[in-house]
């Protein structure tokens, strides 16, 4: 069973930096694609970003493109996402979750991936 937790969320101003670590367990990390979803409140969960087994392959949300960057450590069974230039409307709790199918083409679907973290709030303040 693989598990997943996620950290280094909090509060931040508008135009501040977060850096996301999730942090794998239990798994063969360096098989899998790791994605990162947010959802706010009221809202349906969405894709942010996925990064392929091997880093080969990135993708990102039209909304975060720029701004943010997801990485990950093989070694050290983590995946990270640097979270630049920070708006209010980034605030969500955020989501990191391991593919064990689509492995070199990160897939942007929720239900493509079959593990998930527990969450980590993000908030922008204006």
């Known amino acids: 069973q693989v598990q997943l937790v996620e950290s280094g969320g909090g509060l931040v101003q508008a135009g501040g930096s977060l850096r996301l670590s999730c942090a794998a367990s239990?798994?063969?990390?360096?098989?899998?694609?790791m994605g990162w979803f947010r959802q706010a409140d009221g809202k349906e969960r969405e894709f942010v970003t996925a990064?392929?087994?091997?880093?080969?392959?990135?993708y990102y949300a039209d909304s975060v493109k720029g701004r943010f960057t997801i990485s990950r450590d093989n070694a050290k069974n983590t995946v990270y996402l640097q979270m630049n230039s920070l708006k209010p409307e980034d605030t969500a709790v955020y989501y990191c979750a391991a593919c064990v199918t689509f492995t070199s083409t990160p897939s942007r679907i929720r239900n493509d991936y079959n593990y998930w973290g527990q969450g980590t709030q993000v908030t922008v303040s204006s």
């Open positions: 990064i392929s087994w091997n880093g080969g392959n990135i």
């Open positions: 239990g798994g063969t990390f360096g098989a899998y694609a």
